[in-house]
C-alpha cells in the first residue's frame, strides 16, 4: 500500500481507496473458497480494513472510536445492522479475532449471552446448527434455543467482504469534502509518522 497520500481536494483521495479494494479482492476474497472459509481471519482482516478505513475518514485516533464510526457512518448505508450493532460487532469480531484468535462471546447486564456466528451465505439463509436448520440474516441476532438467555449475531463473511468492497464506494462519494479532506489528512500524518523505537543496528 505504501505511503498514505496527504490531500488537497477530495478526488485525490479515490485512487488510493480503489487500491484498498484491489487489494481486498486479492487477499481475503480468496478466503471464501479455503476449508472452513476461515472465518477468524476473514473477520479480523475486514474489521482492520474498517480501522484504517476509519482512521481516514474521521481522523480519529482511538481504535473504538473511528471503527466504531465507520460502521454506524457508512457501512450502515449498505445494511443498517452495521449501525445498530457497531458495538457488539466492534467487541465480538474485530476485538475477539485480534487478541484472542476467535470473536468473543459477550453477556449484558441481565446476564444474556450473545454468541459469535459466521456462515458463508447470502444475507438471509438458512444454515446449519447442531441437528437443526436454522433461518439467519446477516448482524440479526438469533435465539440459539436456550430460552431468552442465549443468542447469536450471525455473520456471513461473504456478506462482509462484499459490504466492506461497497463500503469504499461510499467513502469515495462522502462529503462533505472540506471535513474529508481535514479528517484524512490529521489521519495521514499520523500513520506516516515514524514510530519512536529503541532499535539499534
Known sequence: MGKVPALTAWSEAEPYLRNLKETILADIRPLLGMPGHAPFAITREVLSYIDHLGHLYSGKGSVRDRSQGYLEAILQRIDPNYGRRAGEIYQMYRCGPVHEFKPKTLENRRGQLLHWLCYVGKRTDTIPIGSCSV???????????????????????????????????EFIQSGPEDERVTAWNRAARELNAPQPSDFTV
Open 135 to 169: 433461518s439467519v440474516t446477516h448482524l440479526q441476532p438469533v435465539s440459539t434455543g436456550s430460552g431468552c438467555k442465549e443468542y447469536a449475531l450471525p455473520v456471513s463473511t461473504t456478506c462482509l467482504i462484499d459490504d466492506l468492497l461497497a463500503s469504499i464506494e
